[in-house]
């Protein structure tokens, strides 16, 4: 009795100042991650009205990123997807996948044939519907399956980022809704590519317009170098940046118009004036870490902020140790000597698309064309700052 009289006022006094005042339950919030703070959200009112507050303050992109053999019966990262958004701080709104296409290809079931079209279908929508469970419904998403990965650990800024030309790996971008930025999905295939689906996209006739990240697929068919053409040429003649690559595969795909095997293009299209851009490309003659280090060096005359901002690397497949004499981790050490506090992402393609783009107000350190986007043997490394 006397015991359970002690703790009485001291509950009382606890549940009040939880009840009542709207500063102190907050600040508790914000060590609360997002999947428990919407349960915690059902409480009461006053919860509720603090979640909110809680959610739109968290704007900073995180990661998940894994690598090494899975423990489950699928691609590792989506295992590392299944216990990571338990604690993630943010409510995504566009996710960005990258997975390797070797051991995303190998896996049971519908992975199991890797020739074989019909079976990478049903896996790519196997997994888009592991995907649509894992994230939030109203989250965007944007997936490559590549010949490599670039990655930093999960959850580490100033953690080394590794490149993987072989083994299991893939990261997940989580971006979520940043006052602002306006970030955008678009896929195009030769039925549904035009002027006024450009201009619906945001990529024509969009002045906010600052980073336009690509990934095209299967453009070695007939077509497919006019078709991308098609697409690039507006962008080229913008200050704005554009970078990314080809990839074996992209998810998902749009069903209504885009035929089997047929080439395309998916991408995210950013916007707003809290953007800033930059990209330098290594070009094939850059082959010592000496000359790399140089190279992405020149990023730094764009002056942009590292605080919420990511950097990406869009590499040949050629490159890599065979690049520079068996040495690993050239550019991807590069990078981060450089910019210690952005964590790095991209792949290892067929083909890149980008150039020495530096923006900074209105100018522009390279003007090029469709063509002059386009490359191969090469690495496109950008910085993309969001505000």
């Known amino acids: 009795m006397d015991g359970d009289a002690a703790?009485?006022?001291a509950d009382s006094k606890a549940g009040f100042v939880l009840s009542n005042v709207a500063e102190v339950v907050e600040r508790i919030l914000t060590f609360v991650p997002t999947k428990a703070l919407f349960k915690t959200a059902r409480v009461c009112r006053l919860w509720r009205n603090c979640a909110r507050r809680v959610l739109r303050s968290q704007q900073k992109m995180t990661w998940l990123s894994a690598s090494g053999s899975s423990r489950y019966e699928e691609h590792v990262l989506l295992g590392a997807m299944k216990e990571g958004l338990e604690n993630i701080f943010l409510l995504p709104q566009t996710a960005l996948l990258m997975i390797d296409s070797e051991n995303f290809s190998g896996r049971n079931g519908s992975f199991r044939h890797k020739k074989a079209r019909r079976c990478e279908e049903e896996g790519d929508l196997d997994t888009m519907d592991k995907l649509r469970r894992l994230l939030p419904r109203s989250c965007d998403i944007v997936c490559a399956i590549t010949p490599g990965v670039v990655l930093t650990p999960s959850g580490q800024h100033r953690a080394p980022p590794q490149e993987f030309m072989e083994g299991e790996a893939g990261f997940s971008l989580l971006f979520p809704a940043v006052e602002g930025v306006h970030i955008r999905s678009f896929h195009f295939c030769k039925n549904s590519l035009t002027k006024s689906a450009l201009e619906e996209a945001g990529l024509v006739g969009n002045p906010d317009m600052k980073v336009v990240l690509l990934f095209g697929y299967n453009a070695f068919k007939s077509g497919g170098g006019r078709f991308l053409n098609q697409l690039l040429e507006p962008l080229a003649h913008s200050n704005v940046?554009?970078?990314?690559?080809?990839?074996?595969?992209v998810f998902p795909q749009r069903k209504d118009?885009?035929?089997?095997?047929?080439?395309?293009?998916?991408?995210?299209?950013?916007?707003?004036s809290r953007i800033q851009g930059a990209s330098v490309l290594l070009d094939?003659?850059?082959?010592?870490?000496?000359?790399?280090?140089?190279?992405?060096?020149?990023?730094?005359?764009?002056?942009?902020?590292e605080r919420n901002t990511v950097g990406f690397m869009f590499a040949c497949v050629a490159r890599g140790p065979n690049h520079y004499n068996n040495q690993h981790n050239v550019e991807a050490d590069a990078f981060r000597k450089l910019f210690p506090s952005v964590p790095l992402f991209g792949f290892f393609g067929n083909g890149e698309i980008g150039c020495d783009r530096i923006v900074k107000d209105s100018y522009t350190l390279s003007e090029t064309d469709a063509s002059g986007l386009q490359h191969g043997y090469t690495t496109i490394m950008s910085l993309v700052h969001l505000g």
Not at 242 to 247: K, L, R, T
């Open 241 to 249: 940046l554009v970078a990314g690559g080809h990839v074996e595969r």
């Open 7 to 9: 703790h009485g006022p």
């Open 284 to 305: 094939q003659d850059v082959s010592s870490p000496s000359a790399a280090e140089a190279t992405i060096r020149r990023l730094k005359a764009a002056n942009i902020p």
């Open 257 to 272: 118009c885009c035929l089997p095997g047929s080439f395309g293009v998916l991408g995210l299209a950013m916007s707003g």
